[in-house]
Nanobody, 118 residues
Framework: QVHLVESGGGLVQPGGSLRLSCAVS????????MGWFRQAPGKDREFVGA????????YVIDSVKGRFTLSKDNAKNTVYLQMNNLKPEDTAVYYC???????????WGQGTQVIVSS
């Protein structure tokens, strides 16, 4: 089974920055792209953005455009989410997974908590 381990979350004040990491290991299945998702208290899990494994194409949803950026290191099998100018509305548990999040070969990890509060 593929293992997904998120890290880098924490408590920050509004306007602060965090860089989340997602380490991918194991498995024998391939994926075209990796994505970041988040789930805020009382809300459904929300897709945030995705980046291609083979290329450099990446995109994020409108609500975080200009603040969040995805990147990757293929040699390390790691994807990143750079979050700048954080807002309280960004508070959530952040997860990584294949784009779509419905491949049984990629079970959800535990996520990493991001809290934006003054």
């Amino acid at each position: 089974q593929v293992h997904l381990v998120e890290s880098g979350g924490g408590l920050v004040q509004p306007g602060g920055s965090l860089r989340l990491s997602c380490a991918v290991s194991g498995g024998t299945f391939s994926a075209d792209a990796m994505g970041w998702f988040r789930q805020a208290p009382g809300k459904d899990r929300e897709f945030v953005g995705a980046i291609s494994w083979s290329g450099d194409s990446a995109y994020v949803i409108d609500s975080v455009k200009g603040r969040f950026t995805l990147s990757k290191d293929n040699a390390k099998n790691t994807v990143y989410l750079q979050m700048n100018n954080l807002k309280p509305e960004d508070t959530a548990v952040y997860y990584c997974n294949v784009e779509g999040g419905r491949n049984p070969a990629f079970p959800w990890g535990q996520g990493t908590q991001v809290i934006v509060s003054s």
